[in-house]
């Protein structure tokens, strides 16, 4: 239940309100901005409240169980500080959001509504919808390990352990030509095998994604020509020039912990679990029915 000042209480009960909703926004990069669908700026707690964003909330969706509240803010790409550029580089993926109820004729009546985080943002070619997601998302989000036979590390993380710049994980070239919007030729790559750079990253050190990092799906040579495949298409178009540096990829199986990077020691999967096939094994005339372990 929301305790409201007796000022605000006041102004509801008069029945003709002067209400508008503000969204305060915390990105994990420190930005912080503020939004209104009023039409024009309000200020409280320090902060501006843009209005020219063109934000329109939706109702708020909630339920008494435990499922997630939401509410959707659409909006056009008319302020300076959001940029499809942004959206696409993940800037605002799981944003902090504050929801408040804000008289806007005197903004110290005020109340918070709600808090959560951005979840799906979707794009148009004008305009974008941004699902507002409320804590109780927080519930439905995996915790601890599972039990499976690949690792569940980071390669390079600390748990993970192996130094991907150590001179025989990392290289460094640049776009020769584009074969695609995620493949490319590069140069710079020929001393490493094929394959050597699968299911790593490249970071891009010049060019219009400069900055940025990516994934990479596969890495092929063939005849001296080495071509990477990025697992998703750039935020902006890659240009023959665009230098990056390159890390070593791994495919999470013990066998490449082992002769890749000669780190099985850290190894943090379970290579010897019973899959499927163990599960669904039945006993046969010529099989080993012994009763010892499989």
């Known amino acids: 239940m929301k305790a409201l000042g007796a000022a605000f209480q006041a102004h509801l009960d008069e029945g003709t309100t002067t209400l508008a909703w503000c969204w305060r926004i915390m990105r994990a990069d420190g930005v912080v901005l503020g939004f209104t669908d009023h039409d024009r700026a309000l200020t409280f707690d320090g902060m501006e409240f843009e209005p020219e964003s063109g934000f329109t909330a939706s109702e708020v969706r909630s339920g008494s169980d435990l499922s997630v509240d939401a509410q959707d803010a659409e909006g056009v790409l008319t302020s300076d500080r959001i940029s499809e550029t942004d959206i696409r580089d993940g800037r605002w993926d799981n944003a902090q959001v504050e929801l408040w109820r804000v008289n806007w004729a005197d903004t110290s009546q005020r109340v918070l509504m709600r808090r959560g985080a951005i979840g799906q943002i979707r794009r148009g070619r004008l305009a974008f919808v941004a699902e507002m997601r409320s804590l109780a998302h927080l519930l ?23 130094d991907l710049d150590d001179a025989s994980f990392r290289g460094s070239g640049a776009v020769t030509g584009l074969s695609g919007d995620r493949s490319f030729t590069a140069s710079g790559l020929e001393g490493f095998a094929a394959g050597w750079f699968s299911f790593g990253t490249i970071t891009w050190t010049s060019g219009a994604n400069a900055g940025r990092q990516a994934e990479i799906s596969g890495h092929g040579s063939d005849g001296g020509i080495t071509t990477v495949t990025l697992l998703e298409t750039p935020v902006l178009p890659v240009a023959a020039g665009d230098a990056f540096t390159i890390h070593a990829g791994c495919d999470k199986c013990a066998e490449t912990c082992s002769t890749k990077f000669g780190n099985i020691a850290n190894f943090r999967g379970f290579p010897d679990i019973p899959g499927q096939d163990t599960v669904l094994r039945y006993a046969r005339r010529s099989g080993d029915n012994s009763g010892s372990v499989l």
């Open 140 to 162: 439905g989000q995996n915790d601890g390990r599972s039990f499976q036979a690949t690792c569940d590390a980071v390669v390079g993380d600390a748990r993970c352990g192996a």
